[in-house]
């Protein structure tokens, strides 16, 4: 039932990035990005499974195409128990008042292997809500030569409510080569400083049963308005660090089947495998 939910709300992603980039390409306004502007976000907290601290930083800049495009780069790394690097594209038009419609690339480098995915990505603007949604094709190159590649679907899909213009509430899922997982999020911009900033956190649960939870600080650079003014006018989410979350600990394992009594016939390669050989007058097999 639960994998069910998560095929299902892809797909309603996959549909929502689809109409946008149709209605964006043919009815967008702009401007697309309001001028030149960036983000530095640093997080840290934990992971369940295994138990561990975890961090990530992150960088973007997006600069406006005229007023009818707009492109962004998003920069990153982070370690969840494993050190990875990552990094975005986006080409996209918009109309800050209604959507956001485009086509964004992004990887992710481990020490074991490489995650890459292109696809459309979406967002609409109804009042007080958004909703969000990256969805295409994936595909995960492991360094090892006994590993099994993996390459199919990803979408991830998030709804946003602005409490107020300044907080930002959300809940999402997302699905990256089989692998689901629910996250919540919430953003508050401080505004009382000359330089405002937001306080985040966010929590990631996996089908697994790992649970991710962060919080930490993001630092915006333009001009000074509104949390929803800044999502809908400037620089869309930072699409590598998503990735990297979402994709859970594929990326960071090696890809090897760990083996099975059942993998060996001899009693050289069971023993030397770390299991038992039972020899016996009637049958000979490893456990």
């Known amino acids: 039932m639960t994998k069910s939910i998560f095929k299902i709300s892809g797909t309603i992603g996959a549909v929502l990035c ?6 964006g390409v043919a009815l967008a306004e702009g401007p697309a990005v309001s001028g030149v502007n960036g983000k530095i976000e640093v997080s840290g907290g934990g992971v369940s499974s295994p138990a561990s601290g975890a961090y990530r930083i992150g960088g ?4 406006p195409l005229g007023d009818t495009f707009g492109f962004q780069g998003d920069l990153s790394i982070q370690n969840y128990g494993a050190l990875a690097g990552a990094g975005a594209v986006h080409l996209f038009t918009r109309d800050p008042d209604l959507y956001l419609a485009g086509v964004t690339a992004g990887v992710v480098r481990s020490s074991t292997a490489t995650l890459s995915a292109v696809g459309v990505e979406g967002e609409l ?26 390459s199919g679907f990803f979408a991830m899909a998030d709804i946003g409510w602005y409490a107020t213009d300044d907080l930002r509430l ?14 919540i999020g919430a953003e508050y911009q401080v505004t009382s400083f000359d330089s405002p900033f937001s306080l985040t956190a966010d929590a990631r649960f996996g089908e697994d049963g790992n649970v991710t939870a962060m919080a930490g600080l993001k630092f915006y650079f333009g001009e000074n308005k509104s949390l929803i003014a800044r999502h809908r006018q400037d620089d869309p989410k930072d699409r590598g660090l998503d990735l990297f979350a979402a994709a859970g600990s594929q990326v960071t394992t090696t890809g090897v089947p760990t083996p099975k009594p059942s993998d060996f016939s001899d009693e050289a390669s069971c023993e030397e495998a770390g299991f038992t050989w039972n020899g016996g007058e009637h049958a000979n097999y490893c456990s």
């Open 18 to 23: 689809m109409q946008c980039f149709v209605a």
């Open 60 to 63: 973007s800049i997006a600069v």
């Open 125 to 150: 603007y109804l009042g007080q809500v958004s909703l969000e949604a990256w969805a295409g094709v994936a595909n995960l190159d492991y360094d090892a030569l006994a590993a099994v590649d993996k």
């Open 170 to 183: 959300s809940i999402g899922a997302s699905s990256v080569l089989g692998y689901e997982a629910l996250n």
